[in-house]
């Protein structure tokens, strides 16, 4: 794989170079044009194609720095308002016309000559989109977006104090790795209260997307939001039941093997009780692993790693850098969680996260920084729709890399206890994944299925959720205040709706690559990185296959993954 040397977007070939997106009136003119020119034989109708994408790319861009400067800054009023313009005067204009051109092309007749191995996999989703649209459905899709951002500004303005210091709820929490266990109390409970005081705004703003969300549904044709969305999210591979049975052989085969690991955390913790801030501390007594201090330190180390796996990887990351694509620590009105945002006309991506100096930021870092490598290894496709493969696909690119690096991580921990306990504690969270997930897409299920839903219900069934998958052997009397508004600091269910059955399926993946990267280092990279510059131009079960494993998430394979992790934790 060739170095990445990305510094600059490429030449255009239908904008001019000075194009720059302002209002709507500037972008029509290239709407129109697209919608009026003939496309009387395959070359002018591939040709079209590409000029259609390198506008869609120039939108999408623009989009993305409106969104990343938000999120940077959530309490800048300028920011959510350029944001806001676009998602309220720009995209529902945009939207029709999106329609309009999915219909000109299906319509084309020489569309049966485009080659249809390059274009099967577009074409599907295209003829998808344009069953689905409802041009009613535009000003509901406008005002959902814009709800959602409630979310981010509400959660970016949480903080606590503790010992005089006004603390992020990141921050908080990085005090649950203290081996004082009035410490991880204090501050449990802290960040607990903190959310209980919006746990009523937030309860409405969910309200208002639900109602939202269903109505959009019900224009499309469907009975609910989570049927509408598995067609929009372009789920070809798996349903609904599929799903269910996928919850099912998580809470037999995994949620066990967590409940054992708790109660051996119990016991080394010598505790009549596990508590919910004992979850988070060493057992061993030990304080809090410090893999860095600094965001530049972060960066620093994750490109060494990168760089050790393979020297691509890590000129990703140093172009990011060169080209000021990263905003990494955590503060005080910066929006919560972590993202790697794929720029598609520059090609180089953009990585925001909330690094407060713990083993977490590291995971986090690994995690975005695969999701960084996957844009660099697509930007050379030539269509946009190419450099967006499902979920399925795109958190395989993340998780992968977070397992395969394991073996480069004394660069944060070059002490040989503390790597031994940074990779255990690591293959923990790998396991936890999976009952997590199960917890946040079964309660996603009942959600949409009963979209006339109280608050209080919501919240019930939150809890009843909660309990089949989590926490068995945790002792919560005297906290049940708590408990049922835990749903709340998911901001996938409020900003990316049924997006998080992906994780578990490809955590199950991740595993099968790490597991034959155990096997030949080499090859399964390379696999890996074949697989990832596929983009979207094949099915999910095809790009897993050039990757070298299966998309399988039957019980037998998963508890075949599951023991494989366990028995290398063991060999810890």
Request: charged share 25%; proline share 6%; with cysteine.
């Amino acid at each position: 794989m060739s170095v990445a040397t990305a510094t600059a977007r490429p030449l255009r070939r239908y904008l001019p170079e000075s194009f720059e997106v302002t209002d709507w009136p500037a972008l029509q003119p290239y709407f129109d044009e697209l919608q009026a020119r003939p496309v009387p034989n395959a070359a002018r109708l591939e040709r079209w194609l590409l000029d259609r994408s390198e506008l869609e790319a120039t939108l999408s861009e623009n989009l993305a720095w409106r969104y990343i400067r938000m999120t940077c800054e959530t309490q800048d009023a300028a920011r959510t308002a350029a944001f806001q313009y676009f998602v309220n005067e720009i995209e529902p204009h945009v939207a029709p016309y999106d329609h309009a051109l999915n219909e000109k092309l299906l319509a084309a007749p020489d569309l049966p000559a485009l080659d249809p191995a390059r274009y099967r996999v577009f074409l599907r989703s295209v003829r998808r989109a344009s069953e689905i649209f409802r041009a009613e459905n535009i000003p509901l899709k406008t005002e959902i977006s814009t709800q959602q951002q409630q979310y981010a500004a509400l959660a970016g303005a949480m903080t606590v104090a503790l010992d005089g210091q006004e603390l992020t709820l990141p921050q908080a929490a990085d005090r649950l790795k203290s081996p004082d266990r009035a410490v991880r109390e204090t501050a449990w409970r802290a960040v607990q209260k903190r959310r209980l005081l919006d746990s009523q705004a937030l309860d409405a703003l969910f309200d208002e997307l639900l109602a939202l969300r269903h109505q959009v549904a019900l224009n499309a044709g469907f009975a609910n939001f989570r049927d509408y969305m598995f067609a929009a999210l372009g789920r070809f591979d798996y349903t609904p039941q599929d799903c269910f049975d996928f919850h099912a052989a998580i809470r037999e085969t995994v949620v066990p093997l967590i409940d054992s690991l708790d109660l051996q955390r119990r016991h080394d913790l010598g505790q009549p009780a596990l508590r919910p801030w004992d979850l988070d501390v060493d057992p061993s007594g030990q304080p809090p692993l410090r893999p860095f201090a600094t965001g530049e330190e972060l960066l620093e180390k994750t490109i060494t790693v990168f760089h050790n796996l393979d020297p691509y990887l890590g000129n990703c990351l140093q172009t990011m850098r060169q080209m000021g694509h990263l905003d990494l620590e955590s503060r005080k009105g910066k929006a919560p969680g972590g993202y790697n945002y794929p720029l598609d006309e520059t090609g180089v991506p953009f990585i925001f996260m909330n690094a407060t100096s713990s083993l977490r930021d590291v995971v986090t870092m690994l995690h975005e920084g695969g999701h960084a490598v996957h844009s660099f290894l697509t930007r050379h496709l030539p269509l946009g729709a190419d450099k967006h493969p499902p979920s399925e696909v795109a958190e395989l690119a993340s998780m992968s890399m977070e397992l395969m690096s394991m073996d480069q991580w004394a660069t944060f921990f070059p002490n040989p206890a503390d790597l031994r306990r940074a990779k255990k504690t690591h293959l923990e969270g790998v396991l936890e994944t999976f009952p997590w997930v199960a917890t946040i897409d079964k309660f996603q299920h009942w959600i949409y299925e009963h979209p006339q839903q109280t608050a209080a219900e919501r919240r019930a069934e939150w809890v009843r959720v909660f309990d089949e998958f989590n926490q068995r052997t945790v002792d919560w009397r005297g906290l049940e205040a708590y408990k049922p508004i835990l749903w709340q600091k998911q901001l996938h269910l409020y900003e990316v709706p049924f997006y998080y059955i992906e994780y578990a399926l490809a955590q199950l993946g991740a595993i099968a690559v790490w597991r034959n990267y155990r096997q030949n280092p080499a090859e399964a990279l390379a696999g890996y990185q074949r697989a990832l510059a596929l983009g979207y131009t094949a099915p999910i079960g095809e790009i897993y296959a050039a990757a070298g494993i299966k998309f399988d998430f039957s019980t037998a394979y998963l508890r075949q993954l599951a023991d494989f992790v366990r028995e290398e934790m063991a060999a810890l």
